[in-house]
């Protein structure tokens, strides 16, 4: 079991820099792949990127792609987030999740419920 913890969020300017970051317990967070997801009020879950077990694959969603970049520190038991250009769009709660289980297809590292563990979240509001 992995217990995690966001943190970084804040509120912001449009075309400003965050930097989010999940704190996982536990020995085994080199096990699990990462993921952040965003949801928005009124809106649903939605996924913003993926990372598998080592780094060196990662999967960002289009409305993300070239300005959010995920990466991890397994030494540090952490996940990044990496947010730039900030839009008013991009506000939302962000929450990191682990999965344990292996997926061929990336796709269903897209899905929320194909993970396991769930932070509380962390706010993000970016004004115009």
């Known amino acids: 079991q992995v217990q995690l913890v966001e943190s970084g969020g804040g509120l912001v300017q449009a075309g400003d820099s965050l930097r989010l970051s999940c704190a996982a317990s536990?020995?085994?967070?080199?096990?699990?792949?990462m993921g952040w997801f965003r949801q928005a009020p009124g809106k649903e879950r939605e996924f913003v990127a993926t990372?598998?077990?080592?780094?060196?694959?990662?999967y960002h969603a289009d409305a993300v792609k070239g300005r959010f970049t995920i990466s991890r520190d397994n030494a540090k038991n952490t996940v990044y987030l990496q947010m730039n250009n900030l839009k008013p769009e991009d506000t939302a709660v962000y929450y990191c999740?682990?999965?344990?289980?292996?997926?061929?297809?990336?796709?269903?590292?897209?899905?929320?419920?194909?993970?396991?563990?769930w932070g509380q979240g962390t706010q993000v509001t970016v004004s115009s």
């Open positions: 999740a682990a999965a344990s289980a292996d997926y061929i297809n990336t796709y269903y590292y897209t899905r929320f419920e194909k993970y396991d563990y």
């Open positions: 536990g020995r085994t967070f080199s096990s699990y792949y």
């Open positions: 990372i598998n077990r080592s780094g060196g694959y990662t």
